[in-house]
């Protein structure tokens, strides 16, 4: 031992003593969440913000002490546990967050330990393969021909943006009031104009007057549309739109991030017809495809237009690596240092394979049917729209906006349930998205319950 050098040195995840160093950590780490969950006793933590905080400083304590403690592991993993707000709960159905099914979560273990970074084959040699095998595989799924990796649906939506850009010069966005957010957002960070927003009456966009829009504005134009609107799940008229996009050389972008999981169903994939018409598709599967944060990716029909993110660093891609055959990766993404996502994604679908998530797919459809039924059938609430996706809207039928906001908030502080908020045609409503395949018809009937008696208990 050379001087200066630690009498003993922490363990590393991988080389030849990795898989030994981690057996013991897993069971610090699982039994940690068990204690954490049980602990918390519900879809997430009561008390609201200050109480959670406070039971998470407590747990923390000095962030940086002088010396370790050989705790922190099963500390910081219990207290993570017991303040989660867990998506595998079925009352926990506010957002499009996803319970990460088991295999995907185990397969991303392997990628933290390996640690490959996909700015260059030599850090990532199975990893940059596996990518460009799988990632061509999920774009021609959708009907394009190739696509990239990305942290979700706002990178991909940007990416799309800035593709459109380069490939003309400049171009104008238009896109529904229906559209995510991060379209907008992403022409405001590219320095393009400010969008053409077009009505979506009902939560879908209008094509006629989108047919105005287009026939009143100079090009270049970019359309975008919205397969899964982020409020109410709703998808836009696909084929309609495709249609007057060719008719007026207009570029298309379809936001799938939400229904591009229905790709997976035979029941269902029907409803995406015309996504194959696109130049490029946002598509996330930590929505509809089960996986742990992130699973982003961007489709492209024309992959040539992928070189306007081309970048040159010569000790990532030197042009003698590259002429002697070591793929270039800096192409594939804007960001440089990235960690193999694509391992998770690609253990889940070897795994499960087209119809196991279809199964998961077509469950959390019927759920929420279901759900919109019991909602539609209760004499004390109102039902938005029977369910496009997995997204149902409702609100106690007496409340006014006030209450439903009310509502919601005392479920979240008394660590009750998860339910999310969206505003359509002038009102407020309660959102429930059901993401998880393992929620029965007595879970659903008991959220309205909660619902209930939440709205009850105000006062009058």
């Known amino acids: 031992m050379s001087a200066g050098e630690p009498a003993s040195l922490p363990p590393l995840a991988s080389g030849p ?27 997430l933590p009561a008390g609201g913000p200050d109480a959670v905080a406070t039971r998470v400083a407590d747990a923390l304590g000095d962030v940086l002490p002088d010396t370790g403690d050989p705790d922190a ?23 499009l967050h996803c319970p990460p099914l088991a295999v995907a979560a185990a397969a991303d273990l392997a990628a933290s330990a390996l640690n490959p970074s996909l700015d260059s084959w030599d850090q990532a040699p199975a990893a940059s393969a596996l990518e460009a095998a799988v990632t061509r595989t999920l774009a021609r799924t959708a ?48 320095g393009l104009p400010d969008p053409v927003v077009i009505p979506a009456p009902g939560g879908t966009l209008d094509p006629a007057a989108l047919h105005e829009a287009l026939t009143a504005l100079p090009g270049p134009v970019l359309v975008a549309a919205t397969a899964g609107t982020t ?28 229904g591009g999981g229905l790709l997976f169903s035979d029941r269902h994939r029907d409803r ?28 492209v029909a024309r992959p040539h237009e992928l070189t306007a993110l081309h970048q040159r660093a010569d000790y990532l891609n030197a042009d ?31 795994a499960l394979g087209r119809s196991g998530l279809g199964a998961l797919v077509d469950q959390v459809c019927a759920r929420a049917r279901e759900f919109a039924a019991l909602i539609r059938e209760h004499p004390g609430f109102e039902l938005y729209d029977r369910p496009v996706i997995s997204t149902v809207l409702f609100r106690p039928a007496e409340a006014d906006d006030d209450a439903v906001a009310t509502v919601r908030r005392r479920l979240l502080h008394e660590g009750r349930a998860v339910l999310g908020r969206a505003r359509l045609d002038g009102r407020l409503w309660l959102k429930a998205t059901v993401l998880n395949p393992h929620t029965r018809p007595d879970d659903l009937a008991h959220l309205i319950k909660l619902v209930e008696l939440a709205e009850r208990s105000l006062p009058a």
Do not use: F
Request: glycine share 10%; hydrophobic share 45%.
């Open 17 to 43: 003593t990795g898989p030994d160093a981690l057996r013991p950590l897993l069971d610090t780490v699982l039994d940690a969440l068990a204690a954490g969950h049980a602990e918390r006793g519900g879809p």
């Open 73 to 95: 592991l099963r500390t910081l993993v219990h207290a993570l546990a017991a303040g989660a707000a867990d998506p595998a709960d079925p009352l926990c159905a506010a957002h």
């Open 143 to 190: 009907g394009l021909a190739d696509a990239l990796v990305t942290t979700g649906g706002t990178e991909s939506n940007q990416l799309a943006l800035l593709l459109a850009r380069e490939a003309h010069g400049g171009v104008r966005l238009v896109c529904g009031a229906n559209a995510h957010h991060s379209l907008p957002r992403a022409a405001w960070l590219l």
């Open 231 to 258: 409020d109410a799940g709703l998808i836009d008229p696909l084929p309609e739109i495709a249609g007057l996009c060719t008719a007026h050389g207009a570029r298309l972008h379809i936001d799938a991030a939400y």
């Open 272 to 299: 995406l017809a015309g996504l194959e018409a696109a130049h490029t598709v946002t598509l996330d599967l930590h929505k509809l495809g089960w996986q742990p944060v992130a699973a982003g990716l961007l489709a």
């Open 320 to 350: 003698d690596d590259t002429e002697a055959g070591l793929p270039d990766l800096l192409g594939r993404s804007p960001r440089t240092s990235r960690r193999p996502d694509i391992l998770k994604i690609a253990v889940t679908l070897k």
